[in-house]
Nanobody, 129 residues
Framework: EVQLVESGGGLVQAGGSLRLSCATS????????IGWVRQAPGKEREGISCISSALGGTYYADSVKGRFTIISDKDKKTVYLQMDNLTSEDTAVYYC??????????????????????WGRGTQVTVSS
């Protein structure tokens, strides 16, 4: 059974940074895709980043490229999302997600919020302007 537990959300001023953590169990760090999906108030879920050894790299949505970094620590079975230069547009609930790589197929598919079947409960990030 896959379990994903997010932490690290909170309130931050625009221009600031936060680091989200996703503690995992039951995830295969060599065969799965792990990433982050967010949902802003009144908006649909957005796939923003994922990482996969099996698919050979990382994916970032244009909205976060150059500001967010996804990091995988296989020893700690934890995935991080380092978020820098935050803006009010980044205010959202951030969900950690995981899926077996063959079902994702291509890293670009991480832009869809439909790629994962395993979800954490989410952590709130609020950016004040």
């Amino acid at each position: 059974e896959v379990q994903l537990v997010e932490s690290g959300g909170g309130l931050v001023q625009a221009g600031g940074s936060l680091r989200l953590s996703c503690a995992t169990s039951g995830v295969n760090f060599y065969g799965d895709v792990i990433g982050w999906v967010r949902q802003a108030p009144g908006k649909e879920r957005e796939g923003i980043s994922c990482i996969s050894s099996a698919l050979g790299g990382t994916y970032y949505a244009d909205s976060v490229k150059g500001r967010f970094t996804i990091i995988s620590d296989k020893d700690k079975k934890t995935v991080y999302l380092q978020m820098d230069n935050l803006t009010s547009e980044d205010t959202a609930v951030y969900y950690c997600a995981a899926e077996q790589a063959p079902f994702v197929s291509h890293l670009q598919n991480c832009r869809s919020p439909l790629w994962p079947t395993n979800w954490g409960r989410g952590t709130q990030v609020t950016v004040s302007s």
